[in-house]
């Protein structure tokens, strides 16, 4: 359980999560892939050649070489992409996706640290504009996503300006710390993968939550709590006049990473049932 309701005289504190398997059932990109295709973004090529990239990635394999060579290639990918028609189609299918997929067990927990006085922030590798919805719909106070520069035309260039990912979520920690008060020492941070080892170290109560195998191992030698979350449940079912009002996001604009990526095997295993029929 969660300590109680912090003085308001002690220094802020906070919980930082981690958002795909950790947060959500799925990859957050992975549930959008299906509407990116739809809406014209991916075309057939792009996720073919995308698929068995996607495939390590969501098996839980990608070192960090494989991470890095696919962030590039996605990179180029989305050149070209309208940030606005990507908005559009997160807004319009926000609810009806992200909703059912979320934990249960993370929605009482960031229940609770709102309860005793903390903030909540989201801290993910996926796009903000993935991000931020899902954000305000969790209620967090702060997210930070990867971000993508985006050109006077609206759309985006290609480039990354900000890539949150490994030790720079960590970073990020430490400068939202720096700003807002927070004593880390009292912070708590969640996630299911290795590669977020330097947000969980950065922190003084880190969880392990549906942790790959690595983290598993470097939790168990490090004697941090593992949660088992496995109870997706719709936040309105929990809360029937379930209602959260904005709040304030860290960061704007931004890439959405992996969806093109997860999008090739939506498509291929579409097309393996249409030659099997």
């Not at 030698?221 to 009002?245: G, M, N």
């Amino acid at each position: 359980m969660l300590k109680g309701v912090e003085n308001h005289l002690s220094p802020r504190t906070a919980a930082f999560f981690d958002l795909d398997k950790t947060v959500i059932a799925k990859s957050s990109t992975l549930t959008f892939s299906k509407s990116f295709y739809q809406g014209g973004l991916i075309n057939r090529r792009a996720v073919l050649r995308t698929a068995y990239s996607q495939f390590v990635f969501l098996a839980g394999g990608a070192d960090h070489d494989q991470m890095e060579r696919m962030r590039k290639y996605l990179s180029a990918l989305c050149r070209g992409w309208n940030v606005d028609q990507v908005k559009e189609i997160v807004a319009e299918t926000l609810h009806d996706l992200i909703d059912p997929i979320i934990y249960d067990e993370a929605a009482t927990l960031i229940e609770e640290h709102h309860t005793a006085g903390r903030d909540v922030v989201i801290v993910s590798t996926s796009g903000a504009e993935v991000v931020e919805p899902i954000g305000e719909l969790l209620g967090a106070d702060r997210v930070v996503a990867t971000r993508m520069v985006v050109g006077d035309d609206g759309c985006f260039t290609g480039e990354v300006e900000y890539y949150a990912y490994g030790p720079t979520k960590a970073e990020a920690v430490r400068e939202l710390a720096a700003s807002e008060g927070y004593d880390l020492s009292r912070c708590y941070a969640y996630s299911d993968s290795v590669t977020d080892i330097p947000m969980l170290e950065a922190v003084g109560h880190p969880h392990a939550v549906n942790p790959d195998r690595a983290l598993r191992r470097e939790a168990l030698a490090r004697e941090w709590p593992i949660l088992d979350f496995h109870r997706p449940v719709r936040l309105k079912q929990r809360f029937p006049a379930f209602s959260v009002p904005p709040r304030p996001a860290l960061v704007a604009a931004a890439a959405i990473g992996a969806a093109a990526a997860t999008a090739g095997l939506v498509w291929y295993a579409s097309r393996r049932r249409s030659t099997v029929a």
